[in-house]
């Protein structure tokens, strides 16, 4: 089994220093077919690809989209754990060519390689019934898409592995061309189109292979694919007018298509129409909380959450936030009922993030006439009662937190804001009120100084999403070793329908742009897209224009999904990236030790930890391996 194994893995083109190089011996190729005959080794097979793929991609050690955006603000220690977050360093301009962070080609090809040779021999199975022989093979076209797909958007154009290649070939032969983005974006659709008509529905499929494809799946992935290549960074791309491989052939087409965007906006309406018809939806609404605000956080915290059960995700892998957890868990010091040792408490969400949510009346703090955005850093207070046991009635609060969005109120935890830390009881109540100035108890800084050794929250911030309220803080791990995280949900479908239509149409209307929109906001306990906007606003002819709209939708996506490693690509296909993460990091003066000093005499945040920095074009995408370019003769990407 390991000649088999070395036999399938290595090439020249996909493991560079590879000494397997010359021919495969015929042992090892009876090797290969001695597996494809048995269904149990056949499923182990198709099962190990899906593992591997999921430790690359579910990982937030090793995902840089859930670290290298602007949504975070470190601890300094953090800075040290490049092994962990590395991610981080890439938000500060410190990506590398000699050994990228988050370089996953090489890994990549090996299970391109590996669904390869599923493809080509699951037939030859014995003890299968040709259906699930149809099946696996379907879904593991579909898997090889996936692959292609996040190879595509993370180096942009990408050399094409249709079928596997002899280990007998010359050097050069091993050497390929990269392929036009538009060629690249035209395989995907391709093999997912044939792999559709043998994808079942989720109700049609067996709960034990939960993490497989399915027909609202697939569909959901074909949308998003074709919005991507709809989108600037694909779609008249002029920064990249001139890049060529090296056959001299242009790999970007610097002409701006429309018709791009109506096909992705069929493709979303398609993938909602299939969802509708089976049995994806948002769960039903929550009602066993005190207040409606609380009913709408319960919801917002259930979007985030399943063991293969939530109705709203459309394709889910397990892992994902382990290694996050450890940095995101508040570290409560001096309490004994919650503190838990593994837990750090350091990774605040930026200050950027905190006023991305919208006020109540679901607009921007920048354009809701109601909410005093000119006063946001004074203190106030909150005396209505369906504001109870979110922050602290008739007690002084910054402005910032009154009056938010639910989802704000889910996902965010500051000063003199509630946080349930585990489920209350008679004798214990759990929904604790975080004291973020120093001296003031286990939220508190718990040094003098900012200091580079230890761990600190240096934002006054905490990020709650991902961090469930049911759970108690302490032994939080005990809880949460079965959750699933997703890789596409339902809003996602709705969200791109909105956003193909609107860069479609002359002008946005209610049936195509305004309608799926709402679906989002409806379910996150804003007011409609219509309703905000014209009754609240101080821009109310905003949502009737194209540009408007486009504002209103990107924000909209930043906020419903926040921390879920969409911001990353988003800010990238846009073609916004030079803009949204070149900038300073702020937050509040967590050494004071009153709201004076604390709040910064109500002049603002400060300036806390390092910049962002994005170089434009050159962060576009992630640079190869300067040992891989030397092997294989690729075309590095430009700007390294």
Not at 455 to 460: A, P, R, T
């Amino acid at each position: 089994m390991k000649k088999y194994l070395v036999s399938i893995l290595c090439g020249l083109f996909l493991l560079p220093g590879c000494d397997y190089l010359n021919m495969v011996p015929e042992k090892d190729i009876e090797t290969i077919e001695s597996v494809f005959e048995q269904r149990t080794k056949v499923e182990g097979w198709w099962i190990g690809v899906y593992a591997d793929l999921i430790s690359l991609l579910q990982s937030s050690d090793k995902n840089l989209a859930f670290s290298a955006s602007d949504e975070y603000t470190p601890s300094p220690v953090l800075y040290t754990s490049i092994n962990l977050l590395p991610g981080f360093l890439v938000a500060n301009g410190q990506q590398m060519s000699q050994d990228p962070y988050g370089n996953i080609w090489a890994k990549m090809y090996q299970l391109i390689r590996r669904a390869n040779v599923f493809i080509d021999n699951v037939d030859k199975t014995y003890n299968m019934t040709q259906e699930d022989k149809t099946w696996w093979k379907a879904d593991m076209k579909a898997l090889k898409a996936y692959i292609y797909f996040e190879l595509l958007r993370t180096y942009g154009p990408i050399c094409l592995i249709p079928q596997n290649m002899p280990v007998d070939l010359e050097m050069e032969d091993y050497q390929l061309p990269r392929q036009p983005v538009d060629t690249c974006f035209k395989e995907i659709i391709r093999l997912l189109d044939e792999a559709e008509p043998d994808i079942p529905r989720h109700s049609q499929r067996s709960a034990i292979y939960g993490f497989t494809f399915t027909k609202e799946a697939l569909y959901a992935l074909k949308a998003r694919v074709l919005v991507y290549a709809a989108s600037p960074l694909f779609n008249g791309n002029i920064f990249y007018a001139d890049f060529k491989n090296k056959n001299g052939e242009l790999l970007f087409n610097p002409t701006y298509d429309r018709e791009k965007w109506r096909i992705a906006a069929e493709a979303a309406d398609k993938a909602a129409e299939i969802c509708a018809q089976g049995d994806r939806e948002f769960p039903a609404k929550g009602s066993s909380k005190k207040t409606t605000l609380l009913n709408h956080m319960d919801d917002i915290e259930q979007s985030t959450y399943s063991m293969f059960s939530n109705k709203e995700y459309l394709l889910e892998w397990k892992g994902g936030m382990t290694t996050i957890y450890i940095y995101l868990l508040p570290r409560l010091v001096g309490d004994n009922n919650h503190f838990e040792a593994l837990a750090f408490g350091c990774l605040s969400p930026s200050m950027k993030m905190v006023e991305m949510y919208y006020t109540e009346n679901g607009l921007p703090i920048t354009a809701d006439v109601y909410w005093n955005y000119g006063n946001r850093y004074k203190l106030g207070s909150e005396s209505a009662l369906a504001y109870e046991n979110v922050v602290p009635l008739n007690t002084d609060v910054v402005r910032l937190h009154l009056r938010r969005e639910p989802r704000f109120y889910a996902s965010i935890a500051g000063d003199r804001m509630y946080w349930q830390r585990g489920v209350s009881t008679q004798s214990l109540d759990n929904n604790l009120l975080v004291q973020a100035r120093k001296g003031e108890g286990p939220w508190s800084s718990q040094q003098d100084v900012i200091v580079s050794n230890d761990y600190q929250n240096i934002c006054g911030y905490w990020v709650k999403k991902w961090i469930y309220s049911w759970i108690p803080t302490k032994n939080y791990y005990q809880g949460i070793t079965n959750e699933t995280m997703a890789v596409i949900r339902l809003a996602e479908v709705y969200m791109m329908q909105a956003e193909a239509w609107n860069e479609y149409l002359d002008a946005p209307d209610e049936e195509h742009v305004y309608k799926p929109l709402n679906k989002v906001r409806v379910r996150a306990g804003i007011p409609t897209v219509e309703d905000a906007w014209t009754n609240y606003s101080s821009n109310p002819g905003k949502i009737k224009t194209k540009e408007g709209m486009r504002e209103i939708i990107r924000q909209e996506y930043n906020i419903e999904f926040a921390f879920e490693g969409h911001r990353y690509w988003n800010v990238r296909r846009w073609m916004i990236a030079q803009t949204e993460m070149n900038g300073k990091s702020y937050g509040w003066n967590v050494l004071g030790s009153t709201a004076t000093t604390f709040y910064n005499d109500e002049n603002g945040p400060i300036e806390i930890g390092r910049s962002f920095k994005f170089v434009a074009p050159r962060d576009y995408f992630t640079p190869f391996k300067a040992e891989e370019i030397l092997i294989s003769g690729m075309k590095q990407n430009p700007g390294w």
